[in-house]
């Protein structure tokens, strides 16, 4: 089915352990996103990707990095994982309409423990 | 001020019930606007665009007041299947269509 897949859907990390979150989307959508879910907090955008080649910044991007490594992929890489990003973390693209009507799809999430 | 909020409920209504939720955002600059539902550990799903006219979707009707910087979603007949948390979502203008998310606000349709 078409939509975003997120690789993997679980993971435990120790602290100071890197990792990456994979991504991609099979919709020929321009726009991509790295969200954070936490209990009480909503969802916080920690960076996204406007285009092919260009990444941005948003809300939390403090410990992560990413790479819009293509059109169709968006990866998030945390260096060195700390406790405090323990979280459900979402991947999401959506077309930049014209009108600006469009939503986003989101992957299923990955559900990351940092001990 | 927080980029948009909402009362986080929890709602609990019986079924057949008509029930409100209402949402206020910080920048008048944004341009669109969304009702998302979220299942239990599950991803938001696209429920609705909220249009300046006001919007229908069956049992669902969405508002929009520019003016006061408030958004509503209003469903009639409840379903137990509506048993969900329902995201007030705000573009974030000049960032390449990126969204704000409310907290959500829960709701829980009772037999």
């Not at chain 1, 960076?47 to 992929?73: C, I, M, Q, W």
């Not at chain 2, 609705?48 to 469903?75: C, H, K, P, W």
């Amino acid at each position: 089915n078409a939509g975003v897949t997120q690789t993997p859907k679980f993971q435990v990390l120790k602290t100071g352990q890197s990792m990456t979150l994979q991504c991609a989307q099979d919709m020929n959508h321009n726009s991509m996103y790295w969200y954070r879910q936490d209990p009480g907090m909503g969802l916080r955008l920690i960076y996204y990707s406007a285009s092919e080649g260009t990444t941005d910044k948003g809300e939390v991007p403090n410990g992560y990095n990413v790479s819009r490594l293509n059109k169709r992929e968006f990866s998030l890489r945390l260096e060195s994982a700390a406790p405090s990003q323990t979280s459900v973390y979402f991947c999401a693209s959506s077309e930049v309409p014209r009108g600006q009507r469009g939503g986003y799809t989101f992957g299923s999430g990955t559900r990351l423990t940092v001990v | 001020r927080k980029e948009v909020e909402q009362d986080p409920g929890p709602f609990n209504v019986p079924e057949g019930a008509t029930v409100a939720f209402n949402c206020t955002y910080s920048n008048s600059a944004s341009q669109s606007f969304f009702w998302y539902r979220q299942d239990c550990r599950k991803e938001p799903k696209l429920l609705m665009s909220v249009y300046s006219s006001g919007n229908e979707d069956g049992r669902f009707t969405a508002q929009l007041n520019r003016a006061s910087q408030y958004i509503s979603l209003l469903i009639r007949d409840s379903k137990l299947s509506d048993s969900a948390t329902y995201l007030c979502v705000v573009n974030r203008p000049n960032s390449g269509y990126a969204l704000n998310f409310g907290k959500g606000t829960s709701l829980l349709v009772t037999p």
